[in-house]
Structures are given as structure tokens and as C-alpha cells.
């Protein structure tokens, strides 16, 4: 962590920075509500500290706050995308979507990605830097304090590996869910990974209760060899031991993410030979067409190919949903508007009517 990041500091680390400062420990849980509950966009917010001690926080630490520099409503449902710009020029993407259960941000944790999946448009340009933990938690609290709706579930699956960046995660989940912030269960948070093995496992151990969720995408390792490069790293035997040991500590039951390409991942035999993998563990799958990036040449299984996977999942015990693809006209899968937004300022006077402010 940057010693002067403010918002990922801890209630505890918050108040001995304070009484280094000669304030006492009750100045320490105001501030803290100011930035974790009220959403303070800045220390001039903070009408109850005196301009004294606003000052000296000024001039002692950085305060994080997202500038929003695109919005996109989508007109098929009650999406939204942000792309937030950071004090060093990058720029990230999140999402609200709108459910009947309530509101979910989907979160971005690094800017960029080296993890290299074929069909993901996050990991085009590489990784630049991981999030910190503040910059993670006020994706959540600008869309809160721009929308007034308040967030109740929060999804780590924007662009970047979590488990990735794990330091930092922590520090975000355990603001997020802890009081005197938002208090979000942490049973409304989910983790999205590409399968870290020992990551994994050592999650598991935390004594967090977050859902994990897994991107399985192939049924066997020859097939996520040709997706993802960790599969190289990490056998599916040994991810999916590290699952059921997540499992077995955390008692959360998993998502095990699939995105179907058409001819590559959606026959019948993988249907088949992903049931036979899956049905021992504790979860259920999810399968989301994959969404072309235009960089690849990926096609998106047909609806009927969808529907048949989903009915051969069910029928050998496996549990399956098929993801309803939101925001699908504003560039809704990981990583896409970014890209545009990149490209587009690389090379001026290219860019499409998409490519800004739009509602
Ligand atoms: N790195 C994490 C989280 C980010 S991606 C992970 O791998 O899980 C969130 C999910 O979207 C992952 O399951 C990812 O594989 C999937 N995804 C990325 N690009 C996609 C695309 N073009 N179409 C469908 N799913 C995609």
C-alpha cells in the first residue's frame, strides 16, 4: 500500500495516523465516515473537522477520488458503464447493473491484465498497474453518490485477476464489509479468478465468507490450454481441489464460470465431459455467450447450442444458468469500452460516435 492513501487505510491504521497528528481517536472514526459512509468526494467535504485539520490532511496525504470521463446508458436494459480516470492518467472501467434483488457494481482491480485469455479484451494492451484498495472501494462510491441508489452486491469482474493484486483485495474487502463503511455482507461480494491454485487456497483460509467464482470455460485441460495461459500453470485437477477446499473452509458454494465459443467449447462431448468434471463440487455453472471483441475472431455460440449445453448439463446433475447478457450495446464485456476509449485517444479524429459521452 502507498503510506499516503488515505481511503485503504484501516479503522485501526486511521486512527494512530491521527494521533500522530495529535487528534484524537474520535476524529479518526469521523473521518473515516466521511470517506467510507458519506462518500466524501474530498477532504473541503468534510464540514465537521476543522479547516485546521483539513488542511493538514491535505497536505499530508492523497485522497483518492475517481473523475468520471464517460458514461454510457444502455437503452436495452438498466446498465451502466463508467470509465473513471485515475490521478496518473489511466483509466478503468465498472459497471452498474440494475436486478430485481438490487443493485450490482462490477469492479475493475487492476488497470489492464497479464493473465492473456484469447477472447478477453482487458489483457490486449498488458498489464499497466495493480488498483489500490481505495480505488477499488470508490468505483462502488462514486457510482453510489453520482446514481443516489444504493449498491448492495458487488462483483469483482471487471478488468484484472483479483487474486492478482491479493493484497490489495483484502484491504478493499474488509473496508467494504466492515463497519463504519458501507457494511456490504460480505456474502454479496463476489471474486471472480482464472484459476490461481495456491491464491485460491490461501482465500480460503481468510476467514471471509465471499463467494468465489471460477472461470472455467473448457472441460479439460487441453481445451482451457488453448484459452487461457494459466492453464499452463495450473492443472484443472489441482484448481479444482483448491475449489472444493474453498469450499470446505468457507461453506460458499461457487460459480463456475463458462463462456461458450462457438465450435472451440459448446458440443455436446464437452457439455458431457464438463458435467463429469463438475458434478462433485459444491456450485453451479454459468454460461455466458462469449461477447466477440472485435481484436479476436471468437464467434458466439448460437442460442439453440446455448440452450442444448445448458439441457446436457442438467440432465447429468449439473446445475446451470445461462447468463443474461446486459448492457451488450455499450460495449458491456470486460474490458471493451476501455479499449475503444484507449484507442481512440491514440489515434484522434478515429473515434466513432460511441466513442464519448453517450447516453
Ligand atoms: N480475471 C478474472 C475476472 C475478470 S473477467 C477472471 O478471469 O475471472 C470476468 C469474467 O468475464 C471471466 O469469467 C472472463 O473469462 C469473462 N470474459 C472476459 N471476456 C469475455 C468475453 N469477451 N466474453 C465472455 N466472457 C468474457
Redesign the pocket.
Known amino acids: 500500500m502507498e503510506p499516503r492513501d488515505i481511503k485503504s487505510y484501516t479503522q485501526t491504521e486511521l486512527e494512530a495516523a491521527m494521533l500522530e497528528l495529535g487528534e484524537k481517536p474520535f476524529r479518526a472514526r469521523q473521518l473515516y465516515q466521511w470517506m467510507h459512509e458519506k462518500l466524501a468526494g474530498s477532504f473541503d467535504e468534510m464540514t465537521s473537522l476543522s479547516k485546521e485539520l483539513r488542511k493538514k490532511l491535505k497536505e499530508r496525504f492523497l485522497y483518492v477520488s475517481l473523475k468520471p470521463v464517460c458514461e454510457k446508458a444502455s437503452k436495452l436494459d438498466g446498465t451502466r458503464k463508467y470509465l473513471f480516470a485515475l490521478e496518473d492518467g489511466h483509466v478503468i472501467e465498472s459497471v452498474l447493473m440494475r436486478y430485481a434483488y438490487g443493485n450490482s457494481v462490477c469492479i475493475s ?1 487492476q488497470v489492464g ?1 497479464r ?1 492473456g ?1 484469447s ?4 489483457t490486449l494492451d498488458g498489464l499497466e498497474r495493480n488498483l489500490r484498495a481505495s480505488e477499488m472501494l470508490d468505483q462502488i462510491y462514486r457510482i453510489q453518490a453520482m446514481t443516489g441508489e444504493r449498491i448492495s452486491h458487488v462483483v ?7 487474486l492478482d493484486n491479493y493484497e490489495n483485495l483484502l484491504r478493499f474487502i474488509r473496508i467494504l464489509s466492515g463497519e463504519g463503511g458501507l457494511n456490504l455482507s460480505q456474502r454479496n461480494i463476489t471474486v ?3 484459476g490461481i491454485a495456491p491464491a485460491i487456497r490461501r482465500l480460503a483460509e481468510e476467514g471471509l465468507s465471499v463467494t468465489l ?3 472455467l ?1 473448457a472441460p479439460d485441460d487441453r481445451i482451457r490450454q488453448t484459452l487461457m495461459p494459466i492453464a499452463k500453470a495450473y492443472a484443472l485437477s489441482d484448481v479444482l481441489e483448491a475449489c472444493r477446499f474453498y469450499f470446505k473452509k468457507t461453506g460458499r458454494r461457487l460459480t463456475f ?1 463458462y ?1 461458450l465459443v462457438k465450435g472451440v467449447n459448446d458440443s455436446l462431448p464437452d457439455a458431457r465431459a464438463l458435467a463429469a468434471l463438475i458434478r462433485g463440487q459444491h456450485g453451479h455453472v454459468n454460461l ?6 472485435k481484436e479476436r475472431d ?1 464467434v458466439q455460440s448460437d442460442r439453440r447450442a446455448v440452450e442444448a449445453f445448458q439441457g446436457c448439463l442438467e440432465k447429468n446433475g449439473v446445475n446451470a444458468t445461462i447468463r443474461r447478457e446486459l448492457g451488450r450495446d455499450i460495449d458491456g ?4 469500452l476501455r479499449k475503444r476509449y484507449i484507442d481512440a485517444v491514440k489515434t484522434p479524429g478515429e473515434e466513432d460516435e460511441e466513442g464519448g459521452r453517450g447516453e
Open positions: 482491480s491484465c493473465m485469455c477472447f478477453c479484451a482487458s469483482v469482474m471487471g478488468s484484472g485477476e483479483p471472480s479468478t482464472c467464482a471460477l472461470s470455460h464460470e463462456s455466458i455467450p462469449v461477447n466477440p471483441v471468437y464485456a470486460c474490458g471493451q
